[in-house]
């Protein structure tokens, strides 16, 4: 039986997020039995549980603010050490997923290591540039990122760019790396377009099937929200602009609205989250275009199912789009009047042109992510198989 140990998400069963669907769907579809996974569960107790036949641990977080994350994986990493050599689990895998932890790490690898146990970790995107943190903040995740590669054993990347940028800027290391992407699900929303939960929801917003662009993520500066607006409200196109993200008590959202004045285009429509995943999918499947700002990560989750899902989409032009897409999307960069002539375009595009790249989008998510195919690598690769590519050191 091969344990394997999995930290760094926020817990099972999954809500929203991109670590924790990816767990879930990791436990969820586990084929093998030889297999066993225990699961942390960020929480306010220390209560155990079993789901999908995973052991998952809560691991009890008090609110201590930017500081919150870091504790919980320390915590979880003790529980770890402590929960295998209690029980004698030699050879056992913990995989940390993102960079948080560099700094305390080394001895809980070394005591892992007297153990025969191995420690992978998900280095994710580059945390490290992302707007929302300040200087001491950025400096301290590049650090920690710096030092978590230095310490793992194996570092699994969901992007094949994320991985060349794991070997080129830590090369005196000589990581040792593998590729396993992100998943996808290609199945269509289980509810039908006259649903009253999918009407309900129209008619609320005042938005029509096929009669919009769809914008989905964080809304964060490195989405690139003020270039999608300004060059959106450049456009001649009489559809809407629906953006599903979480403004509340936002700044940047106040700056945007000083910046561009959105607010005096109809065609703009904040509509709030929808936590609701078939609903989501169900708008994505209706919109005429996604548009995908994202420049800061490896695969980004809200891109595969909108390759699954949206007939249309339009990326920003950086490394981790292309690779995920390739032929299925078109692309456009932040140079003024880009993407609005891109959305020109394409509201001339024919119906079977529109199919042409609905067809290869779908394609890109069945040959390389549906959610199965990235199971069966991961658990190949925590048996001992190389998986995915194979491993480069």
């Known amino acids: 039986m091969k344990n394997v140990f999995i930290i760094g998400s926020k817990g099972i069963p999954a809500n929203y997020g991109g670590f924790e669907t990816f ?31 995973a052991h998952c641990f809560n691991i009890n977080v008090p609110s201590i603010g930017a500081a919150k994350a870091v504790y919980y994986d320390i915590e979880a990493l003790k529980y770890c050490v402590n929960y295998i050599k209690e029980r004698k689990l030699s050879g056992s895998i913990v995989y940390i997923l993102a960079c948080r932890i560099g700094p305390f790490v080394k001895k809980y690898v070394k005591q892992l290591h007297n153990m025969n146990c191995k420690v992978y970790v998900n280095p ?23 030092l978590m590669v230095k310490h793992a054993d194996l570092l699994i990347c969901d992007s094949k760019n994320i991985e060349k940028y794991i ?11 593998t590729f396993i992407a992100y998943g996808a699900d290609i199945s269509k929303s289980t509810l039908k377009d006259d649903d009253p939960k999918v009407l309900d929801w129209y008619k609320s917003k005042n938005v029509k099937p096929k009669e919009y662009y769809l914008v ?32 509340e008590k936002n700044k940047f959202y106040d700056q945007l609205k000083e910046e ?36 800061v990560g490896g695969t980004n989750p809200s891109l595969l199912e909108a390759l699954a899902s949206t007939d249309l ?14 032929e299925g999307a078109l692309y456009w960069v ?60």
């Open 260 to 295: 561009t004045h959105f607010d005096q285009d109809k065609r703009i429509k904040f509509v709030g989250t929808v936590y609701d995943t078939q609903l989501l999918k169900k708008i994505r499947e209706n919109a005429y275009a996604y548009i995908h700002g994202h420049e």
């Open 23 to 53: 767990v879930d769907e990791l436990v969820s579809r586990k084929q093998n039995k030889n297999i066993q996974y225990h699961v942390a569960c960020m929480s306010d107790n220390v209560n155990e549980f079993e789901y999908n036949g």
């Open 167 to 177: 070997q080129n800027e830590y090369q005196k290391y000589n990581p040792q790396t």
């Open 313 to 326: 989409n339009l990326l920003l032009d950086v490394g981790f789009n292309r690779e995920v897409a390739e």
């Open 216 to 247: 989905v993520g964080r809304f964060v500066p490195e989405n690139n929200y003020e270039t999608m607006i300004k060059e959106f409200m450049k456009s001649n196109t009489k559809k809407d602009l629906v953006l599903i993200t979480n403004v």
């Open 124 to 146: 994710d995107g580059h945390e490290w540039k992302r707007s929302k943190w300040n200087t001491a903040i950025k400096k301290y995740w590049k650090i920690s990122e710096r």
């Open 334 to 393: 932040r140079k003024v009047g880009n993407l609005s002539n891109l959305i020109n375009y394409v509201e001339e595009i024919p119906e079977s042109k529109l199919k042409i790249y609905a067809k290869k989008a779908k394609q890109r998510i069945f040959g390389h992510y549906l959610w199965q195919l990235i199971v069966t690598k991961y658990c190949s690769l925590f048996q001992g198989a190389i998986s995915g590519d194979k491993i480069h050191g």
